[in-house]
């Protein structure tokens, strides 16, 4: 199975975290990743974006974080299940469930 976190307890962004987590980091990161894309769009210079795309990657790092804290054995099972069926939602919908239930959108 997948790992949500490394030894450490930081979260490792795979594809099944981040597709079992997108929800969360939409709402708690919009700003961040807003202000990311509107410097992508107006400076095609990859240099000039750095610092956003560091803020937007730091608040995503943050919100795995708190989600696994706060709701560890439902979001291991929603991103378990994600892992084993190449992130199909339908397949997971149980799991996405108690996940959210544990761990609802604020």
Same mark, same amino acid.
């Given at each position: 199975? *997948?790992?949500?976190?490394?030894? $450490?307890?930081?979260?490792?962004?795979?594809?099944?975290?981040?597709?079992? $987590?997108?929800? @969360?980091?939409?709402?708690?990161?919009?700003?961040?990743?807003?202000?990311?894309?509107?410097?992508?769009?107006?400076? &095609?210079? &990859?240099?000039?974006?750095?610092?956003?795309?560091?803020? *937007?990657?730091? %608040?995503?790092?943050?919100?795995?974080?708190?989600? =696994? @804290?706060? %709701?560890?054995? &439902?979001?291991?099972?929603?991103?378990?299940?994600? =892992?084993?069926?190449?992130?199909?939602?339908?397949? %997971?919908?149980?799991?996405?469930? *108690?996940?959210?239930? *544990?761990?609802?959108?604020?």
């Amino acid at each position: 199975m *997948a790992s949500v976190v490394d030894g $450490a307890g930081e979260p490792i962004p795979t594809s099944s975290v981040l597709m079992s $987590a997108a929800k @969360h980091i939409d709402i708690k990161c919009m700003s961040e990743n807003v202000d990311f894309l509107k410097c992508k769009k107006n400076d &095609p210079n &990859p240099e000039k974006c750095l610092d956003k795309g560091r803020q *937007a990657t730091r %608040c995503a790092l943050g919100v795995l974080k708190d989600l =696994y @804290h706060r %709701c560890k054995n &439902p979001m291991e099972g929603y991103v378990g299940c994600m =892992y084993y069926h190449t992130n199909e939602f339908d397949l %997971c919908r149980k799991e996405q469930q *108690a996940f959210e239930k *544990a761990c609802p959108l604020e």
